[in-house]
């Protein structure tokens, strides 16, 4: 007897697992919390150079002698017709104003709007004009810390258990975030957002066919409301990082409800506390089993483990891993790269944030009515293509409207990662914006159908493997995004501006268009073994090529549960 049988005899997706599943979505929440509140607390509000000498300046205008003051000590932006952000004339300060030289120098103070943030980390630290690029750095680490925590408390976990690496992280993500609250260099920060997400581990949680694959990702979307709630509530950065770490806590108790896996503690040979875990699954479940195998008696070894790289052995299966790890790499790279940005769009941060996050929440449930439809490959590839259009059509209104100048673009990048403002011009508005919508219900919708259908693809014996080095590539997407998104800063003129755009996108759409290249998996019984993936999708003609048969009803509705080997969320 192995376990797989044990799992079948109480019921592979009863109220037990259910209740269990519920629990390790809720992981879901503050993961985007973490994540996420990086928009907020690294948001860069409108901002000029100070006034030479004044103590007391101010963004907000104090009066008619203030603005006459600014005028004469700070230049024109000849791009944007706006007070430039980096720039005051070299000569001219609060006592000295009328002087008639004009050439320039950098500044080294600011003044920040208070009209949407009190405070933030940008205007705490000055991270503009020269420094700009510790931005994106910032945004970089933060998805390192990503992929450090996933490999080493991936590998921890086998080690001491589920359970534990999951208390660890989530006790280690509080005293983290509250930590980060109190610093006051950029050094800390950026090692403490590492520490954040490092500590929120890539949960491996149960494996369903599509609803649960999907479901947990509403709950990262819910996640996401909360912190824009917070965030609008709490205006000072510091205050909303001490309520992420204080909602963190809310958490524990339910998480401690979790039990450890009883599939790990039967490999560590603690059958005693796996026996006890499989008599209450059935009792919830009300599942007549017998005491073989409740007391899990001649439990034997899942058999011969196969390793990852063996999936290299074949030319089919190369191409397929290739293209899986490609379409994980480029579709975190674009979900975190417009997620990260979002406050790069024109307008009010916090209805752009909610825009993207009812687009997000409606792209689930999109995947939720269609995939079962339409299958995995077409519907991965659809969003796929929406999203890169999207992201690749930003760079006519970029490059050819009304009021095209390079100077008038405040960012750029895919779907409005970062989106043009056309010196001043607000009539492209709701075309970048309506674009970032489109393209955020694309991403969003593409990274959830590329769980299931990578899930699904990998053969059982090196699935765990598999989405582990999907999730890596994943990272890598992540790790890179903040640059390719800062691009403009490094290449001028309009096709630094549009460059950004036509990557994201461009890769976008090669990615979907790669997709296709991929078996179906809808309704069809799933590889187990290297050689079932080796010939998994083929066609039955040929002296060596077969499908495997394809599901009934019945054996489809029992692989709908979820296995214990599965699929993973954003964090």
């Known amino acids: 007897m192995i376990f797989e049988d044990v799992v079948q005899a109480i019921q592979p997706f009863g109220p037990y697992q259910k209740r269990i599943y519920f629990l390790i979505c809720l992981v879901g929440i503050p993961a985007a919390l973490h994540t996420m509140v990086t928009v907020f607390i690294l948001a860069t509000p409108e901002h000029r150079c100070a006034i030479p000498g004044l103590q007391n300046d101010t963004y907000e205008s104090q009066g008619p002698w203030h603005d006459d003051l600014v005028s004469l000590t700070i230049p024109l932006d000849t791009d944007t017709d706006k007070l430039s952000t980096c ?3 070299s000569h001219r300060s609060l006592s000295n104003p009328l002087d008639s030289r004009t050439d320039t120098r950098n500044c080294d103070h600011w003044v920040y709007s208070k009209e949407y943030y009190e405070k933030t980390v940008i205007s705490e630290l000055d991270l503009v004009c020269e420094d700009t690029e510790k931005v994106a750095r910032a945004n970089s680490v933060l998805m390192g810390g990503l992929l450090g925590g996933s490999l080493i408390l991936g590998a921890l976990s086998d080690i001491i258990g589920r359970k534990k690496v999951m208390m660890i992280g989530l006790l280690g993500q509080f005293a983290v975030t509250i930590a980060t609250a109190f610093v006051s260099s950029y050094e800390a920060f950026v090692a403490l957002r ?8 890539e ?21 996401l409301f909360i912190i824009l709630l917070l965030a609008y509530l709490l205006r000072d950065w510091h205050h909303l990082q ?22 790990w503690l039967v490999a560590r040979g603690r059958i005693e506390e796996a026996s ?5 699954a059935a009792r919830v479940n009300k599942a007549d089993v017998s005491e073989k195998v409740l007391s899990l008696q001649d439990i034997q070894d899942d058999g011969p483990q196969q390793k990852f790289w063996h999936l290299f052995t074949s030319p089919v299966l190369i191409l397929r891993c290739l293209i899986i790890f490609f379409n994980w790499c480029v579709v975190s790279m674009v979900y975190y790269g417009l997620g990260l940005n979002v406050g790069s769009l024109s307008g009010n941060l916090f209805l752009n944030f909610l825009y993207a996050n009812i687009a997000e929440t409606l792209s689930y449930v999109f995947c939720l009515l269609l995939l079962n439809r339409t299958g995995r490959r077409v519907l991965h590839c659809f969003t796929m293509l929406l999203g890169g259009v999207a992201c690749v059509a930003i760079i006519f209104p970029v490059l050819y409207g009304d009021s095209m100048t390079v100077g008038g673009i405040r960012d750029v990048a895919c779907e409005a990662i970062i989106v043009p403002v056309l010196n001043g011009d607000k009539r492209h508005d709701w075309i970048t914006i309506t674009l970032s919508m489109i393209g955020k219900f694309g991403a969003s919708a593409a990274f959830a159908i590329i769980y299931v259908f990578s899930a ?6 090196v699935r765990n493997s598999s989405m582990g080095a999907s999730s890596v590539c994943a990272r890598v997407g992540g790790i890179v995004s903040p640059y390719v998104a800062t691009l403009n800063i490094y290449v001028g003129g309009n096709f630094g501006i549009a460059l950004p755009s036509m990557l994201f996108g461009g890769l976008s759409i090669l990615a979907g268009v790669a997709s296709l290249w991929l078996p179906e998996t809808k309704g069809r019984k799933l590889p187990e073994s290297i050689e079932d993936a080796k010939h998994f999708g083929r066609s039955r003609q040929g002296k060596n090529a077969y499908a495997l048969d394809d599901l009934d009803d019945k054996s489809t509705e029992k692989s709908n549960g979820p296995q214990e080997n599965g699929s993973y969320t954003k964090y």
């Open 87 to 89: 720039k005051i004339y």
């Open 194 to 201: 590492f520490l954040a997400t490092f500590f929120g581990m």
């Open 203 to 223: 949960l491996v949680g149960p494996e369903q066919r599509t609803i649960a694959g999907i479901v947990i990702e509403l709950f990262w979307a819910t996640g």
């Open 242 to 263: 001490l309520a992420v770490s204080l909602f963190n806590v809310l958490f524990i108790p339910y998480f401690w409800l979790l039990p450890e896996s009883p599939r």
């Open 276 to 280: 006890a875990i499989v008599r209450h």
């Open 456 to 461: 699904e693809l990998f053969p059982t014996m």
